[in-house]
């Protein structure tokens, strides 16, 4: 990287025309006059699944109709997609299963484990875990009766693993901060304990190397969305171990998951492994989108992907301390890139406003209670020149103060 | 209805031209030369569906990339489907939640009801009810504990109904046979037990007039892609009345049913009333599809529906009796119209070898186990020509006995 007195635009230019993955850009259509820094909420949308949407409604709904099932393959779909997904986890293909969404996932992974450590009372996790985690594991509590969620701080995970424990779950990156647990230790310390871990990979997949089955990660899920860039509200996956095929079981039992799903068998036996982990008929649609998503990813390998978001993030960090100092920004995320996610985030009292004044300028962050900006860095599309347009717009809001506009201080529904 | 001395195509003719709803079939995408009477496993392409995922996917999700949970109502679109099925249903608005698959839906109100009746411990159904639905009660008992499954026949429902009996589970049209509960009388005789009912109204909603609130139903789940043509896979649906508003709970809590979704607050605060029911985030394209599925059979109207669903298959089964007599032919459905829902099954010791020459003829039935043809007559598109086509190319595999070809006794994995 150029150390200039002053980073300027042209610096950012030439780091871009040095980007191997800069071609892959292309891949996604974005729009004009737009600097995304949102893909970790709702990643854009791939180039094929508009052509790949259009072939599944009109050929093969349309024209297949039930036939399709078998002659377009709709019924080893979320088999492939998990195929496709697989070596972005670290993991085998026969180890993912992609279906529903990932509360729902989750729930079924969650009991599951408490079902695996039948003499253990506790689902363990962070005070800060995504809410929605927090929601399905106290719901799965109160259903279960006689097992109690109980949450800890950040820094207290490690002591809290005592013998009550089943399970421990976490978010691999904390979706306020971006900050990254250590997957492979705490992993190792609830073996240690002899509890299961559930990892959350929804700011994870397809942003950060992850390596479960060599970390010994016993469950997982997470989102297809966000940098898998399956579309809004894209089925979500679930990761079940080797180690665990024999004895996991779902509370979800569906015909999908079925050993002969087309049997119609008055019984439930499960399919094999992770397959069982199918319940309901899945959203071909979506799936279809996803599948698109996750292959355009993938094949820009997840190392590549990491060391760009790396540079993304360190040069985003480096010219807002240059150009935005003085502004009451507090750098939220790990100042150290091998603690931190895909994101950067920061702490602003005016945090809110800041962000709506930002969209307004076409640098699409988001906001996060109670005084986040969270900017996050898709290595698949974003540009340097991004990183700096962003900056540049985010000094203009601070410097203009116009964050105190009333129609930024409005609040709605999603920001 | 003509009755002339030998039923020709020119009378089925005559009959479409009198057919107020004929011109509905052009909303439909339908391949030429194709009879599909499969629209109860899998509707068939909505015309608007076309465009309407076309400006989802490029529009809403390329353009507008995050925004669009406001700015295109995506945030919505869960309330927004769930209003549209409700008149369909004979249900408000408020009583409908558009989520999830049918299987998820049925776990989550079973294990609801289960906890409003939690002095009680049987989850009552019949045997030969819907596979799926049996696996997702069997896989809730096992999660609970002190819960089980009772099984009886169909004339023992009444009887079965003690004071053990927590809720009452049920699919409305035998997905063999075709034949319709009692929707009114079993859920008096429920009440009279005080136990909950819960109706699978898979193979009803959009073909059979349903008057939920006037029946004073408890709970109900159904199907998207059926005769409400939502596309492969569509989000399925959940009714709770509103007498239990204030005390139906879900085990699964995500943050579409939180109080405030977008507050992150820790603790899990239930909307009110059934958007407690929404779970994850909803696969957006595949919920739009099924709003243009739904919309589309709405607007019918489903008296007008169900007056010639009834026509279409009193005019099969006459045509099928004159045509096919002497064949091995039973009629499995319930011979009186208002007993049946909007398919028609016959058993056959040949039946799968004959739907698959059937389809090779381009009449699209299906096969279900262990012996029955089965005939959906989904009124928005079929025609009377139809029926008299499919009952002629039955005649010609049935006199030819071309379903003794080794390529039609091969068994696909969907048939």
């Known amino acids: 990287m150029p150390t200039p007195e002053r980073f300027g635009r042209p610096d950012a230019e030439s780091l871009d025309r040095q980007d191997d993955l800069a071609p892959l850009r292309d ?22 699944a508009v052509e790949r949407l259009r072939t599944v409604a009109e050929n093969e709904w349309g024209r297949g109709l039930i ?63 995504f809410p929605t985690d927090l929601y399905v594991a106290e719901g799965l509590a109160g259903t279960l009766g006689g097992i109690e969620l109980r949450l800890v701080e950040r820094d207290e995970i490690p002591d809290a693993l005592d013998e009550t424990v089943a399970v421990l779950t976490l978010t691999h990156v904390d979706f306020r901060t971006g900050a990254l647990h250590d997957m492979e230790t705490l992993t190792a310390a609830a073996h240690e304990a002899r509890a299961l871990v559930l990892w959350d990979l929804a700011h994870s997949a397809g942003a950060v190397p992850l ?62 492994g992770v397959d069982r982990l199918l319940c309901g008929t899945p959203p071909i649609l979506s799936l279809a989108a996803l599948e698109c998503g996750i292959e355009t990813v993938a094949r820009a390998g997840i190392d590549s992907l990491r060391r760009k978001s790396v540079a993304l993030t360190e040069l985003f960090i480096r010219l807002v301390e240059e150009e935005c100092g003085g502004h009451e920004l507090h750098l939220a995320s790990p100042a150290a890139a091998a603690r931190r996610g895909s994101q950067v985030s920061y702490h ?34 974003l540009r340097f020149v991004d990183a700096w347009d962003a900056v540049t717009a985010l000094r203009a809001v601070l410097e203009s103060r116009e964050w105190e506009r009333p129609e930024f201080r409005l609040r709605a529904k999603v920001t």
Not at 35 to 41: A, R
Not at 350 to 378: K, S, T, Y
């Open 211 to 272: 390596a479960l089955d060599a970390w010994g990660v016993d469950l997982a899920v997470g989102c297809g969305y966000k940098y898998l860039n399956g579309g809004p509200g894209a089925p979500a996956f679930a990761f079940v171990g080797r180690h665990l095929h024999q004895t996991f079981e779902t509370p979800l039992q569906g015909w999908m998951g079925h050993a002969a799903p087309f049997a119609f068998e008055s019984r439930y036996r499960p399919a094999s």
């Open 348 to 381: 602003h009292p005016e945090a809110f406003a800041i962000v709506q004044a930002l969209i307004a300028r076409g640098v699409i962050g988001d906001f996060r209670e109670p005084d986040i900006l969270r900017f996050g860095f898709a290595p698949a599309y």
């Open 27 to 48: 891949a996604f259509i974005l729009p004009e006059g737009i600097v995304y820094l949102d893909g970790n909420s709702l990643g854009p949308l791939p180039r094929r």
């Open 67 to 129: 036939r399709s099932w078998n002659d377009h393959g709709w019924i080893d779909l979320p088999r492939r997609v998990a195929a496709a997904l697989a070596p972005l986890l670290g993991a085998s293909a026969d180890e993912v299963a992609v279906a529903d969404s990932t509360s729902v996932n989750l729930f079924k992974l969650l009991a599951g484990a408490t079902r695996l450590r039948s003499g253990r009372r506790a689902i363990l996790s962070e005070r800060d875990n």
